[in-house]
């Protein structure tokens, strides 16, 4: 499958944990996109990467939420202390710079904080 | 806030017939993108249209963009039971970011 994958696919954390999401996009796309789903709405951007460069943050993005992609490739975004309201999906996306943007969006991992 | 929004909110049509969803959005964009949603799911992109198109085919799906109304329509033609998701537009402004709609919930009744 070359498509873009997440893991894990679910994820269930008490309330205070930490937990951590990779993302391995398409190999020959230079761009990712993190989004955050709540439900019966649409997507919500989180943050972009250029290569290894993290260019751009949402004020969605709190302090305790950190993203990378140390090598260009994969990238993990890791929430601190979670609390109920992260509960949702996180979906991740890569595009091929000058591409129009078009995004490909791998499966999600949904989080739920109890 | 997202940029888009879609009408309706929801939709429920027989297989065979035609369906047709709305998207009005507020800023210029370079293009804007219509993704499908199954349940649970990662979207799935389904076609592009650049702002200096009006109209655009693929398959059973045709996209029309008015730049001066800041509209787009997707039309599906023929449905199927298997086109039930949900749909979103998504508006490219030059921002490195897609815009999201809230999503039109589309149900085929076979």
């Known amino acids: 499958d070359t498509g873009v994958s997440q893991d894990p696919r679910h994820k269930i954390t008490k309330r205070g944990q930490n937990v951590t999401f990779r993302c391995d996009p398409i190999?020959?796309?230079?761009?990712l996109y993190w989004y955050r789903q709540t439900l019966g709405q649409g997507p919500e951007f989180l943050t972009y990467?250029?290569?290894?460069?993290?260019?751009?943050k949402s004020r969605l993005l709190s302090d305790r939420f950190s993203a990378e992609r140390p090598k260009g490739s994969f990238s993990t975004l890791e929430i601190q202390r979670t609390e109920q309201g992260d509960s949702a999906m996180y979906l991740c996306?890569?595009?091929?710079?000058?591409?129009?943007?078009?995004?490909?969006f791998g499966p999600g991992t949904r989080l739920t904080v109890l | 806030s997202q940029q888009g929004e879609e009408d309706p909110q929801a939709l429920s049509i027989q297989e065979g017939e035609n369906a047709t969803m709305n998207c009005s959005y507020k800023?210029?964009?370079?293009?804007l993108q219509w993704y499908r949603q199954n349940s649970g799911r990662g979207l799935v992109h389904l076609i592009l249209?650049?702002?200096?198109?009006r109209e655009k085919h693929s398959g059973r799906l045709r996209v029309t963009l008015d730049t001066s109304k800041k509209s787009s329509s997707l039309l599906i033609t023929a449905s199927r039971a298997a086109d039930t998701a949900s749909y979103f537009c998504?508006?490219?402004?030059?921002?490195?970011?897609?815009?999201f709609g809230t999503g039109t919930r589309l149900t085929v009744i076979p």
């Open positions: 996306a890569s595009s091929l710079a000058g591409a129009d943007n078009e995004q490909f």
């Open positions: 190999s020959e796309h230079n761009r």
């Open positions: 990467f250029q290569n290894e460069a993290q260019l751009e």
């Open positions: 800023t210029s964009i370079n293009n």
């Open positions: 249209i650049r702002s200096n198109e």
């Open positions: 998504a508006t490219e402004t030059g921002a490195n970011n897609l815009f």
